[in-house]
RNA sequence: GCGGCGAUGGCGGAGUGGUCAAUCGCACUAGACUGUAAAUCUGGCGCCUUCGGGCUUCGAAGGUUCAAAUCCUUCUCGCCGCA
């Protein structure tokens, strides 16, 4: 059985950090940069796997906090792990490669974000001048309480409560069997004070050694008998002084590559991000967790040595109606688009060739499920495409024209 | 023709003397969405506004009352029953 393996293939003669890859892993190969779907609960919402092959997805990354709820890890490992119980296979009915997080973006989003709007971006500079958003955030009733040792949850299916530790995320994303799988950690707020954040990133990096000694302990996967690759995640929010602190600190452990997690501030994630790379071992791979619903984010994240991305953003805004294209994001539900009779796409690759703005428009507003699965389908195709666009522009030392026509174009003021 | 019931904002439908520009749902409209709590959520939705408020509304016209979508009279239209 093949070894998870990183090569470099080229180094951007442009960009500093940028590079073009290949992760090898025992159900193949992922080439990158890279964009991969998320496919939460063993599926990507709204799309089959021929679907995802079509558009050129190369893996897919499932949730461990949502699949231990439903249906329990020990059904996903009857079921011959995650990949394999969703059919997440080739033509030739190979199993292709895949990835878990580790239900440390839940301590957040069902923790400190729950019900007050707050993401993992902050929209503007940290502490002292908030969004309106931010600034009416009032925090009740969490369903995830963080201490020294894990985080408790309350299941968001039933109220239940679900202990998860270092340990316990190992033992079932081992249960899960997927290729690569991440460290359990906390995923602060970027709202949080400083002193929070350097009191979580140390937690954390506490919990990662927790996660190494438990992932050597388990061995293979449970589900596919496989050797599952473990990527440790760097934290430290917005603040440099820390996510330099956190990449060395999990530059020192034997991880087979590394997450970049956390919290962030719009206008910083570049320099953030290339705090984290800087410090991290050039010779294996970096993946941005959750990070894609701007353009610019995957730009500025290879830039910034970043090889995989995953983001929610392309089904979960295709599926509320709005769409990328080249000149912008359009929102399908606006009422211009009820007479606008123009082709969404002139490339014949994407699922919305076919398909005038009108018709979409229709299928939104008659809440017929075509159209959430179109532009979700359509979206996936947009950042899949664009990841690999900017892999061979890298290769072909074209990566800085690239980046400037396709900005040009994409944040130019839309004239649809 | 007689009797009964009904007519409320784009639609459905609350309200049956004052706290009603009028609950709610739909539709419409704008916005949000970055390791999925999300096929979701938030705002607007008579007219005007210096956002304090002002103005005109509940089939039509009159009337009672300090006060009417709510009570009375007539009319118009609709549905049901009897001729």
């Known amino acids: 059985m093949k070894e998870f393996k990183f090569e470099i293939v080229k180094k951007s003669s442009e960009v500093n950090l940028a590079r073009v890859g290949k992760i090898t892993t ?51 490992e009857k079921n011959g792990g995650f990949p394999k119980m969703m059919s997440w296979v080739n033509n030739e009915k190979k199993i292709l490669p895949s990835w878990t997080d580790s239900g440390g973006f839940q301590v957040l989003s069902l923790g400190a974000a729950y019900g007050t709007g707050v993401t993992k971006i902050a929209t503007s500079s940290l502490i002292p001048s908030l969004s309106p958003k931010e600034k009416g955030a009032v925090q009740k009733n ?66 990662a050694l927790r996660c190494i000694l438990e992932h050597k302990r388990l061995g293979v996967s449970n589900a596919t008998g496989a050797q599952q690759a473990l990527f440790g995640v760097v934290q430290g929010s917005g603040y440099t002084d820390l996510r330099e602190q956190s990449a060395k600190f999990m530059a020192s452990l034997d991880f087979d590559g590394y997450g970049i997690g956390g919290s962030f501030t719009k206008s910083d994630i570049k320099r953030d991000v290339s705090i984290a790379t800087s410090n991290l071992p050039e010779n294996k ?54 007479d606008n009779f123009n082709k969404i796409t002139t490339d014949v690759k994407s699922p919305l060739f076919p398909f005038t703005y009108s018709y979409l428009s229709h299928l939104f507003r008659s809440k017929e499920m075509l159209g959430a699965i179109l532009a979700s389908k359509h979206n996936l195709y947009f950042l899949i495409s664009l990841t690999s666009n900017i892999r061979q522009s890298i290769l072909e030392d074209r990566f800085v024209k690239f980046k400037k026509d396709f900005c040009g174009k994409y944040y130019a003021k839309l004239t649809v």
């Open 285 to 338: 791979p970096r993946h941005l967790l959750g990070m894609g619903e701007d353009p610019i984010d995957i730009f500025e994240g290879v830039e910034a040595g970043i090889d995989t991305f995953d983001c929610v953003s392309p089904t979960r805004l295709g599926r509320h109606g709005s769409i990328y294209t080249e000149n912008g994001r359009v929102d399908l539900t606006q009422s211009k688009y009820k």
């Open 142 to 207: 969490p369903l995830a309480k963080i201490d020294e040792e894990g985080v408790t949850f309350k299941s968001i299916i039933d109220g239940s409560l679900h202990r998860f530790t270092p340990e316990i995320s190992m033992q079932i994303q081992h249960s899960l069997g997927a290729d690569i799988f991440f460290a359990f950690d906390e995923c602060t707020s970027p709202l949080a004070t400083y002193e929070y954040q350097i009191s979580a990133m140390e937690r954390t990096h506490l919990w």
């Open 26 to 76: 025992p159900h193949g190969e992922i080439l990158t940069p890279c964009f991969v779907p998320v496919g939460t609960k063993a599926s990507v919402k709204g799309l089959q796997v021929s679907d995802l092959l079509d558009i050129g997805a190369q893996s897919v990354l499932a949730n461990t906090y949502h699949l231990y709820l439903q249906p329990g890890k020990d059904r996903v």
